[in-house]
């Protein structure tokens, strides 16, 4: 008797365990099941690079001893046939060396020219630094500078911009790395003499963050202010290491951040298009814009590859380390993955000319900065909805 009431005290006690691990089993599978496909894909990236690399290295050390191999067997042949201490000359890594395309320190601008593309005054590596600073720093850093209009508009006045090139920046609670971004790229687009503006898109709201629709609408009120002639779609976190990296409307479609450090510096596949893109505003308005029906991050940057190549375009990167970028860390901050992704990709095509701008509803909340322009926007699926394709 003692031992059925000593068990019928200690029930509710094993009760409540049995519950506390139903608990941590239900919230391990569901961070299974949201985190979990992002570290795998993350790490077998890493062991493909790593793959790649080794790969790299070993065609290096090859063409190395090869090249010291004929050097040898040259300069043998050399010095019997010529009787001449002096080897022939094989470096032939001068030929491939590519004279600077870039204007001299002491070009001359003339107010009434266009301005030149590669100026003296893109100097190629930039000295980033991603330590925080307060978005109130960076409005005290340009103030001094009063070509920046109200919204973060400017243009150069020693030559006529050759682009206008709208930024547009999608956004949800990450202010500590907006300064930062600005901090780098305001001075790098500067140089390179475009006339630019930012528009920081901004979801409010409980929904799963949608980046492609915050950039459709983006370009619709981008549109509004100027006749843009190309658009930049850039995410907060990127930092361009290199201010060669020509952000004008010349070779669009482009793919500006074609080396991630985070990727260590490789492109993770040929068909990756996300970080840092652009179009011009006619391609865009010809692909029907970004999908609107990718709620979660990933996918959406895969659907616009695929409506660019639909259209006939070729996407263009920049050769060499002017592609590199910097990544700010973070983590998506109780931002699920998208789930749904692959399924919508396999009908890119079908839905191509229903879901984008096409079928884009929103009801902005519009305040401007000293820097940029803010669109606020609550986002939910009825506000894009696509019946049938």
Not at 194 to 206: P, T
Not at 219 to 246: G, Q, S, T
Request: hydrophobic share 40%; glycine share 6%.
């Amino acid at each position: 008797m003692r031992w059925l009431r000593g068990a019928r005290r200690l029930l509710p006690r094993r009760s409540l365990v049995a519950l506390l691990f139903l608990f941590s089993l239900s919230s391990s599978f569901l961070y299974f099941v949201y985190a979990a496909p992002g570290i795998v894909n993350t790490y077998l990236f890493m062991m493909q690079a790593q793959g790649i690399m080794i790969r790299e290295n070993m065609r290096t050390i090859g063409a190395q001893v090869y090249e010291q191999v004929v050097r040898s067997a040259y300069a043998k042949r050399n010095s019997s046939m010529n009787d001449s201490d002096y080897p022939l000359d094989l470096n032939h890594s001068e030929t491939f060396l590519q004279t600077t395309t870039f204007l001299p320190e002491d070009f001359t601008y003339f107010p009434n020219h266009t301005c030149p593309e590669r100026l003296p005054s893109m100097k190629g590596p930039i000295d980033v630094n991603m330590s925080e600073i307060r978005m109130e720093d960076i409005h005290q850093l340009f103030s001094k500078d009063p070509g920046i209009k109200l919204g973060g508009h400017w243009k150069p006045d020693d030559c006529l911009p050759r682009w206008k090139v709208a930024i547009l920046i999608p956004f949800r609670n990450r202010y500590e790395h907006l300064p930062v971004l600005f901090r780098h790229l305001i001075p790098m687009l500067q140089r390179q003499r475009l006339q630019f503006a930012f528009y920081v898109i901004e979801q409010a709201g409980n929904q799963p963050f949608n980046r492609a629709m915050l950039f459709n609408i983006g370009f619709r009120e981008a549109m509004k202010d100027l006749d843009w002639d190309c658009l930049i779609f850039h995410d907060v976190d990127h930092i361009p290491e290199n201010d060669h990296n020509y952000y004008g409307c010349g070779q669009m479609p482009r793919h500006f951040a074609a080396k991630l450090d985070k990727y260590m510096y490789l492109l993770p596949y040929n068909e990756f298009f996300g970080g840092v893109s652009g179009l011009t505003v006619e391609q865009f308005k010809k692909i029907n814009g970004f999908p609107n029906a990718f709620w979660g991050w990933g996918g959406e940057d895969d659907d616009l590859w695929n409506r660019v190549q639909y259209a006939g375009y070729s996407v263009t990167r920049p050769r060499g380390v002017t592609g590199k970028y910097k990544s700010i860390p973070h983590h998506h901050r109780g931002e699920v993955q998208f789930l749904g992704r692959y399924a919508l990709l396999r009908k890119s095509k079908e839905r191509q000319v229903l879901d984008g701008l096409s079928n884009l509803n929103y009801f902005p909340n519009i305040t401007y900065d000293a820097l940029y322009k803010n669109i606020t926007v609550n986002l939910t699926p009825e506000l894009a909805l696509v019946n049938e394709y």
